[in-house]
């Protein structure tokens, strides 16, 4: 059998959300029956990126649904802002959408976060289908239930918890993604691997070029392995009650960093410093070994990931991470690992160690 040929896998999403996450090549035609019957209207939300899919989308649903809109939308984060859900809430609006119908999210992170957000909020929720078309949507942000838009004071401090209806994941999408951002991509996967499931690390470590391969066995493997670890903490914790806080490793930094680069950094890049500064927080106020920490920089210096942040720039980083969600009566509260596989919240730690932890990161 050719790498491409494999059949779709299906990693189910149970407990207080219920859906199925589809990973697989030649997807497209499913997004009808995705769907399903009782849909009568549908409107996709996308980037100009992928407009020409949006399109060829647009033509095979209207073989099945009364009316099929699109909303094309800014790029990457310019995408998330209320500005941009209230001109998707518009078009559903002027076209009489009902409770039976529908939003399709395609694209990056950025367009499912938002047409999530729409999808939840439009008549206090109507069906929700993601079709996921990079690395970071398809492991992460699509997959979960997370939506939500930015504001001027942080990252993601608007949204909702909504599960979607179904989720396709069609790897044969990822052939126009340039490289860069597949990389970005895998700062998430890796996130994964760190939190939950090493072999993620392994196969990096084994062959990075080959592991960031859309076209290979151990991409897909790597891919697969992440979602199922996305699948399993949703189910058991979908509203982020405890658990689910875990798959916030390398975010309370991550998205200072974000904040304090407008917005213009990958979200993954901004991870994957984020989780070196997790390393080295869980090495000095936790009982994370020298060797695990090596493993990070190893891992993400293999995927050409950035390690580090300037050194000026922490008293800003700090004053944004206390708008944290995970943060507790004025307390920061970050995710950091024991082992390789084994995180825990770290609470209450003090400025110092927060700031001693920075420098062993800063540039
Ligand atoms: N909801 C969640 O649980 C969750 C989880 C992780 C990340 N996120 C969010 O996801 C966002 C990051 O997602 P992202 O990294 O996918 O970034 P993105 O959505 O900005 O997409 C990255 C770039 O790739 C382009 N692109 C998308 N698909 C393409 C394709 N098939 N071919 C060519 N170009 C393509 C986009 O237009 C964009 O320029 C952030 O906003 C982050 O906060 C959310
Ligand atoms: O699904 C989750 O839960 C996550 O934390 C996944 C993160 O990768 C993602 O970036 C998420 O959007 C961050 O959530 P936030 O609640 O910290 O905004
Ligand atoms: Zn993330």
Same mark, same amino acid.
């Given at each position: 059998?050719?790498?491409? @040929? $494999? &059949?779709?896998? =299906?990693?189910?999403?149970?407990?207080?959300?219920?859906? +199925?996450? %589809? #990973? !697989? /090549?030649?997807?497209?035609?499913?997004? @009808? $029956? &995705?769907?399903? =019957?009782?849909?009568?209207?549908?409107?996709?939300?996308? +980037?100009? %990126? #992928? !407009? /020409?899919?949006?399109?060829?989308?647009?033509?095979?649903?209207?073989?099945?649904?009364?009316?099929?809109?699109?909303?094309?939308?800014?790029?990457?984060?310019?995408?998330?802002?209320?500005?941009?859900?209230?001109?998707?809430?518009?078009?559903?609006?002027?076209?009489?959408?009902?409770?039976?119908?529908?939003?399709?999210?395609?694209?990056?992170?950025?367009?499912?976060?938002?047409?999530?957000?729409?999808?939840?909020?439009?008549?206090?929720?109507?069906?929700?289908?993601?079709?996921?078309?990079?690395?970071?949507?398809?492991?992460?942000?699509?997959?979960?239930?997370?939506?939500?838009?930015?504001?001027?004071?942080?990252?993601?401090?608007?949204?909702?918890?909504?599960?979607?209806?179904?989720?396709?994941?069609?790897?044969?999408?990822?052939?126009?993604?340039?490289?860069?951002?597949?990389?970005?991509?895998?700062?998430?996967?890796?996130?994964?691997?760190?939190?939950?499931?090493?072999?993620?690390?392994?196969?990096?470590?084994?062959?990075?070029?080959?592991?960031?391969?859309?076209?290979?066995?151990?991409?897909?493997?790597?891919?697969?392995?992440?979602?199922?670890?996305?699948?399993?903490?949703?189910?058991?914790?979908?509203?982020?009650?405890?658990?689910?806080?875990?798959?916030?490793?390398?975010?309370?930094?991550?998205?200072?960093?974000?904040?304090?680069?407008?917005?213009?950094?990958?979200?993954?890049?901004?991870?994957?410093?984020?989780?070196?500064?997790?390393?080295?927080?869980?090495?000095?106020?936790?009982?994370?070994?020298?060797?695990?920490?090596?493993?990070?920089?190893?891992?993400?210096?293999?995927?050409?990931?950035?390690?580090?942040?300037?050194?000026?720039?922490?008293?800003?980083?700090?004053?944004?991470?206390?708008?944290?969600?995970?943060?507790?009566?004025?307390?920061?509260?970050?995710?950091?690992?024991?082992?390789?596989?084994?995180?825990?919240?770290?609470?209450?730690?003090?400025?110092?160690?927060?700031?001693?932890?920075?420098?062993?990161?800063?540039?």
């Amino acid at each position: 059998m050719s790498e491409k @040929a $494999d &059949a779709p896998t =299906d990693i189910r999403v149970t407990g207080d959300a219920d859906y +199925t996450i %589809t #990973v !697989g /090549r030649g997807l497209q035609g499913r997004v @009808a $029956d &995705a769907l399903g =019957d009782r849909v009568a209207k549908v409107l996709i939300v996308h +980037t100009p %990126t #992928v !407009g /020409r899919l949006a399109d060829e989308l647009r033509q095979s649903l209207q073989q099945r649904f009364g009316q099929v809109l699109l909303a094309e939308v800014p790029d990457a984060e310019a995408a998330k802002r209320v500005e941009v859900a209230a001109f998707c809430w518009q078009i559903m609006g002027q076209a009489d959408f009902t409770r039976t119908d529908a939003v399709v999210g395609l694209g990056g992170g950025a367009v499912t976060d938002l047409a999530g957000f729409v999808a939840a909020t439009w008549l206090r929720g109507v069906r929700l289908v993601q079709v996921p078309t990079t690395v970071l949507g398809m492991v992460d942000a699509a997959v979960g239930g997370k939506t939500g838009i930015n504001t001027a004071e942080g990252k993601n401090l608007v949204g909702a918890f909504y599960a979607p209806h179904a989720v396709l994941c069609d790897l044969d999408l990822l052939e126009t993604l340039p490289k860069n951002e597949i990389l970005a991509g895998f700062a998430e996967v890796v996130k994964a691997g760190f939190i939950a499931e090493p072999e993620i690390l392994d196969i990096v470590e084994a062959d990075p070029d080959r592991a960031t391969d859309p076209a290979t066995p151990e991409f897909r493997r790597a891919v697969e392995l992440a979602i199922a670890v996305k699948a399993r903490v949703v189910s058991e914790d979908f509203r982020e009650g405890g658990l689910r806080e875990i798959l916030n490793y390398g975010h309370t930094l991550g998205h200072a960093i974000e904040h304090a680069e407008r917005y213009q950094w990958r979200h993954g890049v901004a991870v994957a410093i984020g989780m070196m500064y997790a390393a080295e927080l869980g090495r000095m106020a936790g009982s994370l070994s020298d060797e695990a920490v090596e493993r990070h920089r190893r891992v993400l210096t293999l995927l050409g990931l950035p390690l580090s942040y300037p050194a000026g720039r922490w008293p800003g980083l700090l004053a944004t991470m206390q708008r944290d969600k995970k943060a507790r009566a004025g307390m920061l509260r970050f995710i950091v690992l024991d082992d390789i596989a084994k995180p825990r919240v770290l609470a209450g730690v003090d400025d110092s160690v927060l700031q001693f932890a920075y420098q062993e990161i800063a540039s």
